[in-house]
């Protein structure tokens, strides 16, 4: 039958979904079938709406207006011979109109629910709008901070990683509209993207397939085991092999291992890219190597639209592979219910955007995700009433940084500037602003900026990165504050008053010289919308802070990657080291400390919390057991707060070596001043296996150390034995 002939039955949506979809496939020529498999966007060479007219286009990428993705819809429903509706793909990574907090900058929360929360309201924000595929969540463990990506992850471990990834999924896809539509969510970029070779975006990883296994690729099953619809590959290559056609990943370890049964997408023409690897000598022979090693849709790439057909033809591509390829896609789009429900309601999309509980959602989350570095003399809260302000730096009337680096329909109108929420919440407060530089330039008035801080009682300096420093093709490889700014923040310092120090940024930054010289220092990130007030609800005390950082601060560029879970090295620097000629060799540095700025799950509060009574329960753990230990968390401070109290093991001696440190629980308690409680996890044997030299899972008897802490360089230390 040709493409333009029309078919005999078009299926009911009242068929079950493997009928309807089965049904579907069988009228389907060739042509269309690959055109199930093939994303565009607007800004193809090819005549779009006739592609779609023809069912050769099945997936659209990066519309953002309601209107076109209609008008588009409507083409491909309409006009198109088996009225099959198309996958609207967007990247709505922290937010649609409503920004929330760069990725990184939530998982400092270490809050599942509330992240689960804002994937709910975003999905909802994104689904009126007409997206009903998301790529996200990106949960490519990063320990890198150079590398600009790092703030579009949840940081540098695994476990942290994996529970926000499942958040994310939950959020995304159990949202359903009034007309049972859903989003899918994408989860990316896989595989060990975040591995990086020098932090640099789209360069080679190289990883043993022990750490990909244990360290890299945990997040991504979390994903796959809380039913994540889509899974995107990344650009990488990884182990000489790119990630987009790499059948270990995605047949051997996805497939096979992990059973996936949902779609798999190219990254942004990362199938073409292959010939840049060197590993396709064109598009043909790329479009060959990705469909066979597994990939089901070809995203802006020329591959499978101009070769795909014609390798099946030639008898290349066995037809089974694509018609499973097909059958999964249109499944999917079964499940969002595009069938039954492919338009958007153009009249109900203001009343879904901006909602007052979308934004104040938008505040908690900015808030909770500020991490409180440093605090002397309890100069935070801030003792406002009857003193004299000096906001100084170049963040202090930002609108569009404050948003972050993923917000293409975040609106620089709907976000207050610090200074203007600073007005508001504080009416009665002389307040100056003066920007002092600019954010990366040389351009400086420091007198200025000394002269408000002379006449100040207090200065609040608003400093570090704009949006763009940051996120996709955003590395750097100097992590200072860019710019003029460090030497602002010695102009300021100069004049003697005291110094509330709130950093803007997308990633770690190796701020050691801040750290040393202000007294308070409170990273903010990029926060979203809502960042400004939030940032005064922890200044004024509103909000007590409790987020922990999910990812380490370097001290210098030079300890890039500095990680809390590292191995112990046979010359470890706490030990008294090997006396080699003449002197102790230790793993260490001559100029520099081994230990990182502010370490994994760091962070102050306004309260103070003292860890007592470490009760190993089980020293003794049988392997069908769990080891449980409790400790007293109390809350010795003058106010009510919030702690996350972080669960660490060690495994002393194994079959390969192991992380110092392991992190496997985490809870978030809220006290009262004065207020004790036990916490006591429950962790199961099982959850202490790891691979042995075959790469098989095995749990490994012997001694281990527990750790209950505030974070992974402190905490009480315990034994327990695995039987
Ligand atoms: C990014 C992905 C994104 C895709 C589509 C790529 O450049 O790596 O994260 O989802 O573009 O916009």
């Known amino acids: 039958m040709s493409s333009r002939e029309t078919p005999k039955t078009v299926p009911s949506t009242s068929q079950s979904r493997e009928i ?68 609207m793909g967007n990247d709505i990574i922290h937010g649609y109109r409503s920004i929330f907090p760069i990725p990184l900058a939530l998982a400092s929360t270490w809050n599942p629910e509330l992240i689960e929360a804002v994937a709910r309201v975003t999905t909802a924000e994104a689904l009126a709008t007409g997206t009903t595929w998301n790529y ?21 471990d695994a476990f942290l990683n994996s529970a926000i990834a499942q958040a994310w999924v939950r959020g995304i896809q159990n949202y359903r509209d009034a007309e049972g539509r859903r989003v899918a969510s994408c989860v990316k970029h896989y595989a060990a993207y975040g591995a990086s070779e020098s932090g640099k975006d789209y360069n080679s990883t190289d990883l043993s397939e022990r750490r990909l296994r244990e360290e890299y690729l945990p997040p991504y099953k979390a994903a796959v085991d809380a039913g994540v619809m889509t899974l995107m590959t990344s650009f990488n ?84 592979l694509i018609d499973a390829a097909v059958l999964r896609i249109l499944e999917l789009k079964y499940d969002l219910n595009l069938f039954s429900a492919p338009y958007i309601d153009e009249g109900k999309i203001s009343s879904a955007l901006l909602r007052p509980e979308t934004l104040d959602l938008a505040e908690k989350s900015a808030a909770e995700s500020m991490v409180l570095l440093k605090n002397e003399f309890s100069l935070l809260p801030l003792k406002a009433a009857g003193k004299k302000i000096a906001l100084i730096g170049p963040l202090a009337e930002e609108r569009q940084s404050l948003m972050g680096c993923w917000c293409f329909d975040g609106q620089a109108q709907d976000v207050e500037t610090l200074h203007e929420a600073l007005q508001r919440n504080l009416p009665n407060n002389e307040l100056s602003v003066t920007p002092g530089c600019s954010i990366n330039g040389n ?22 990165e704009a949006d763009t420093m940051s996120g996709e093709a955003h590395s750097r490889a100097h992590l200072g504050l860019p710019g003029s700014q460090q030497a602002l923040v010695d102009a300021v310092l100069a004049t003697h008053k005291p110094i509330i120090a709130a950093v803007f940024a997308g990633r770690p930054l190796a701020i050691t010289k801040l750290a040393q010289q202000v007294p308070a220092l409170l990273m903010v990130w990029h926060g979203g919308t809502r960042t400004a007030q939030a940032f005064c609800d922890i200044l004024l005390g509103k909000v007590n802070p409790s987020g922990k950082l999910s990812a380490s601060f370097p001290r210098s560029v030079g300890q890039i990657p500095v990680y809390y879970a ?18 102790a060799h230790k793993s260490s540095y001559l100029d520099e400390s081994n230990a990182p700025l502010f370490p994994f799950g760091y962070g102050l509060s306004y309260s103070e919390f003292t860890y007592s009574h470490l009760k190993v329960l089980t020293p003794k753990v049988s392997r069908s057991g769990s080891l449980k230990v409790s400790a007293t968390v109390t809350n010795t401070g003058k106010v009510a707060g919030t702690e996350i109290v972080q669960l660490y093991v060690r495994d002393l001696v194994g079959v390969v070596t192991r992380p110092v440190k392991e992190l496997k629980g985490f809870k978030r308690i809220t006290l009262a001043p004065g207020e004790s409680t036990d916490i006591e996890f429950d962790l199961p044997a099982a959850k202490l296996t790891f691979l042995d030299l075959e790469l098989k899972p095995i749990l490994e008897a012997g001694e281990y150390k527990v750790w209950i802490a505030p974070n992974s360089a402190e905490g009480l230390e315990g034994q327990f034995e695995l039987e």
């Open 20 to 87: 309807f979809c089965q049904a579907l496939l069988d009228q389907m020529t060739l042509r269309e079938k690959v055109g199930q498999m093939v994303q565009a966007d607007l800004s193809w060479k090819q005549d779009v709406k006739q592609l779609l007219r023809e069912g050769r286009i099945g997936a659209l990428l990066s519309i953002r207006e309601p209107q076109v993705i209609n008008e588009h819809q409507h083409i491909a429903v309409e006009e198109s011979r088996l009225h099959i509706p198309v996958l």
């Open 136 to 156: 996200t969540p990106m949960v490519d463990v990063s320990r890198d901070p150079r590398w600009g990506r790092i703030a579009e992850s949840g940081g540098e």
């Open 237 to 320: 290559d990884l182990n000489g092999v790119p990630a987009t056609a790499n059948t270990l990943l995605l047949q051997q370890i996805l497939r096979r291992e992990w059973g996936f049964n949902g779609v798999i997408v190219s990254d942004y023409d990362s199938i073409g890219e292959l010939i840049n690897h060197g590993f396709a000598r064109d598009h043909k022979e790329a479009a060959l190597r990705s469909i066979l090693a597994g990939v089901d849709i070809d995203m802006m790439g020329n591959a499978y639209h101009f070769h795909l057909a014609e390798l099946v033809e030639e008898g290349k591509v066995p037809l089974e």
């Open 443 to 464: 351009e400086t008035d420091f007198s200025e900026a000394i002269n408000a801080a002379l006449q100040a009682d207090v200065v609040i300096l608003a400093i570090g």
């Open 566 to 583: 590292h191995k112990s090295t046979g010359r470890p620097i706490e030990s008294t080291g090997t006396l080699q000629f003449n002197q």
